[in-house]
């Protein structure tokens, strides 16, 4: 049996109940919903109240840029909801609100080496996270740490005797004189009277870039030939600051669209150069942790959060930028 109260329509147990809509309400002192319903509104007059109000797998919900609002004691957004705004118009408040898995890298298609060396102590391998998925080849006692790491739990340590990661030749490194960014983070564990690198590219007799400390212990450099011979014709030392142990730095080195070369320590611009030649390709390995394959001028220390960008500088500003205080996106 069913009959009619207003717009309601009340049905036997275990059937639907339905109202027009905007007209639905439910009051009682025992009210629920089960499984099977359903709510429905249009655009922008959506609410849910209550002391324990949820919104489960399949519920979607729309908002103009700037509009949407969630508040209560305890709101929970699962894994499944995606949320939208116009960009700087979003907002999450309270007192455990965390965006996670969301963060994207506008120019991560250009990004040709992406390595955060994660991993269980000890292991002896790990895996390129850029689309260009290098294979990565751990020399000498190399070997994943986690005694050490700036983001992730673990990080590249090196000892400083012939350890190193080699990355097989590849175009990705063949900058020419168009713009890119090298970055990393290191923390050195000691730190001697001669040159120790931190990445490098080239031969012996012919090379091509370096990131390292210069012998003396005085500053930072990035160093790169222009004409292909033995050595190193242009080179970028860092000011007023002096590399030491135990602590995490974050290096950097990009060139923009106007052939400047900058320097950064930390996020602060401390050398630059400008020169519209382009920075020499040698088709030979590249070596994480030293100057070459060979393990030349290797570091004891770690790295961690290793990345090239071809194609962009991502910051080319004399005046510096804030270091990123999470792992790099993976999109």
Not at 144 to 149: L, N
Not at 183 to 197: D, G
């Amino acid at each position: 049996m069913s009959m009619m109260i207003n717009p309601f329509v009340f049905k036997p147990q275990g059937q639907t109940l339905t109202a027009d809509p905007g007209t639905f309400t439910v009051t009682g002192n025992d009210v629920t919903f089960k499984r099977s319903l359903r709510m429905s509104a249009e655009p922008g007059v959506f609410g849910l109240t209550g002391n324990d109000a949820a919104l489960s797998t399949g519920i979607r919900m729309t908002a103009e840029p700037g509009a949407f609002a969630l508040t209560s004691g305890e709101v929970s957004f699962k894994r499944s909801l995606r949320m939208s705004a116009a960009t700087g118009a979003f907002a999450l408040t309270g007192n455990a609100a965390t965006l996670t898995y969301a963060q994207n890298d506008p120019n991560f298609s250009s990004v040709v080496l992406l390595c955060g060396f994660d991993g269980v102590d000890g292991a002896t391998s790990s895996v390129d996270d850029s689309n260009s998925a290098h294979t990565l080849t751990f020399a000498g006692g190399s070997e994943i740490d986690t005694a050490q790491s700036k983001f992730g739990g673990s990080s590249l340590a090196l000892d400083g005797s012939g350890d190193r990661v080699s990355v097989a030749a590849s175009t990705d490194w063949n900058f020419g004189s168009s713009p890119f960014t090298i970055e990393l983070f290191v923390r050195f564990n000691t730190l001697t009277s001669t040159s120790r690198s931190v990445i490098g590219s080239g031969g012996t007799s012919t090379v091509s870039f370096v990131m390292n400390v210069n012998s003396g212990l005085s500053d930072f450099a990035f160093a790169f030939s222009t004409n292909g011979g033995s050595s190193f014709n242009q080179v970028i030392t860092s000011s007023g600051v002096t590399p030491a142990t135990g602590q995490w730095y974050h290096l950097c080195v990009d060139r923009d669209g106007s052939n400047k070369f900058r320097l950064y320590v930390d996020g602060v611009m401390r050398g630059s150069l400008t020169t519209a030649s382009a920075v020499n390709y040698e088709s030979t390995a590249l070596a994480i942790g030293a100057t070459n394959d060979s393990g030349s001028e290797d570091m004891s220390g770690w790295l961690d959060e290793v990345r090239i960008t071809k194609g962009v500088a991502r910051y080319a500003s004399d005046s510096g930028f804030t270091v990123p205080t999470a792992a790099y996106p993976r999109s």
